[in-house]
């Protein structure tokens, strides 16, 4: 090899390990701060008398009576839900999907308000299919604790109080997920612990405290401190 060959690869290389070595710094300083092992929990009666105290603490009730919730999640992408009929229209860029979360088959995509039927209507389908997945758990996870494929465990907490670890094992865009809702003394939810797929580190605690009611009486939340990023949920409204 001559020498400008030589002196190009060890520039490269410089340029690499200048990029990545304080990424995996910074990422290994995370890593050791904030990762906990998924904790053992207990699937009992008590699991799911807690999971109860948190439904009652949020008025179930009155999200079972909201029909329809509308949102707007990172101010990137907007929501209509039919949760009467479980349709729901998801909006980003110039693009409109009409989810029927029943038999995604109906699902319809559209482009500048025109309906697409090409191969690129499918992927526009999954697109809003992932996104809702996610930014709908973000507004509406701690109603689904009694969900189909979902466990529910009692974990005693460092200062031994109950905590309710639940866990997806069906549904979703990641099945196996694992959240720890840490709870007040009236059992309403103000953070939980998340051990995702998407997440490397194990164990990083979300706040769920910005709560709003809507006219339905339905409490959703409308912001979450995630370490120092924030998760702006914009736009709440649920009516029957």
Wanted: charged share 25%.
């Amino acid at each position: 090899m001559s020498k400008k060959p030589k002196k190009i690869f060890k520039v490269i290389i410089g340029i690499i390990i200048f990029l990545t070595l304080p990424s995996l710094l910074f990422f290994g300083f995370l890593f050791f701060k904030y990762h906990e092992d998924l904790p053992l929990g207990t699937q009992n009666e008590k699991a799911d008398a807690l999971a109860y105290q948190m439904l009652d603490a949020l008025d179930y009730e009155a999200y079972r009576r909201t029909n329809h919730i509308e949102w707007t999640f990172k101010k990137r992408h907007h929501y209509n839900w039919d949760k009467k009929n479980n349709i729901c229209d998801v909006y980003w860029k110039d693009y409109k999907v009409t989810l029927n979360l029943n038999d995604l088959s109906k699902s319809k995509a559209f482009i500048h308000s025109f309906r697409n039927e090409s191969d690129m209507a499918q992927d526009l389908i999954n697109k809003a299919l992932k996104y809702y997945n996610n930014d709908s758990f973000w507004l509406v996870a701690p109603y689904k604790v009694f969900d189909k494929g979902v466990e529910r465990r009692l974990v005693k907490t460092e200062d031994n109080k109950d905590a309710l670890l639940v866990t997806y094992t069906s549904g979703g865009s990641t099945p196996g997920d694992s959240y720890l809702w840490l709870l007040d003394d009236t059992g309403k939810p103000y953070a939980f612990k998340i051990w995702a797929s998407i997440l490397p580190i194990g164990g990083l605690e979300a706040s769920w405290s910005d709560w709003t009611t809507t006219e339905t009486g339905a409490q959703l939340p409308t912001f979450h401190k995630l370490l120092v990023l924030g998760l702006e949920i914009d736009g709440v409204k649920g009516t029957e």
